[in-house]
């Protein structure tokens, strides 16, 4: 599946209800500058993005997220995995930060089934127009915040570089 390939409707859907923005530019604060090996994919509407890193100039590739406060991490292996991801859970950035903890959390957020019916009702209308795989996602998350190597660019900023901040940092509830 190509993002490319996906109708006005879902491209709508994925935007107003997902937290996927087919297109969209860093906010500017701190960004990671494009290259060969990384490429700007989707922001998240909020002033983080989705890129599409090819691990050490390889074929290899990841998609590596990056938030408007500078933390990053890997975040699904394709595009395919990522688009699974936001449209079956709705605190999808939530199961990324506890992927970052432990098993159990993020089984607890990405198993909460206490939707926004607007979400649910765009989570299935998603489902019949994108053909996605059936993957468990807890599964996902954790190997793929754990493979190596691990994503840690330098920011771009007005003051210069900086190094990104881990996902591993951010506080969650236990």
Same mark, same amino acid.
């Given at each position: 599946? &190509?993002? @490319?390939? !996906?109708?006005?409707?879902?491209?709508?859907?994925?935007?107003?209800?997902?937290?996927?923005?087919?297109?969209?530019?860093?906010?500017?604060?701190?960004? !990671?500058?494009?290259? %060969?090996?990384?490429?700007?994919?989707? &922001? $998240?509407?909020?002033?983080?993005?989705? *890129?599409?890193? +090819?691990? %050490?100039?390889?074929?290899?590739?990841?998609?590596? *997220?990056?938030? #408007? *406060?500078?933390?990053?991490?890997?975040?699904?292996?394709?595009?395919?995995?990522?688009?699974?991801?936001?449209?079956?859970?709705? =605190?999808?950035? $939530?199961?990324?930060?506890?992927? +970052?903890?432990?098993?159990?959390?993020?089984?607890?957020?990405?198993? $909460?089934?206490?939707? @926004?019916?607007?979400?649910?009702?765009?989570?299935?209308?998603?489902? =019949?127009?994108?053909?996605?795989?059936?993957? @468990?996602?807890?599964?996902?998350? /954790?190997?793929?915040?754990?493979? =190596?190597?691990?994503?840690?660019? #330098? /920011? /771009?900023? =007005?003051?210069?570089?900086?190094?990104?901040?881990?996902?591993?940092?951010?506080? *969650?509830?236990?």
């Amino acid at each position: 599946m &190509g993002l @490319d390939n !996906l109708n006005n409707e879902a491209v709508e859907l994925l935007e107003n209800y997902c937290s996927f923005v087919i297109g969209a530019k860093p906010s500017g604060l701190r960004m !990671l500058p494009e290259s %060969d090996g990384l490429k700007l994919i989707a &922001g $998240d509407g909020m002033g983080g993005c989705f *890129y599409e890193w +090819h691990i %050490d100039g390889s074929e290899e590739s990841a998609i590596v *997220y990056l938030t #408007q *406060y500078g933390e990053t991490s890997r975040i699904a292996n394709n595009i395919e995995e990522i688009i699974t991801l936001v449209i079956n859970c709705e =605190e999808w950035c $939530d199961a990324l930060t506890a992927a +970052h903890k432990s098993k159990d959390i993020t089984e607890r957020v990405i198993n $909460d089934k206490r939707y @926004d019916e607007e979400w649910k009702e765009s989570s299935d209308r998603l489902k =019949e127009i994108i053909p996605i795989e059936n993957i @468990d996602l807890v599964e996902m998350l /954790l190997d793929v915040v754990n493979a =190596e190597p691990k994503f840690c660019p #330098q /920011l /771009l900023s =007005e003051d210069g570089l900086s190094s990104a901040r881990s996902f591993k940092e951010r506080p *969650y509830p236990a």
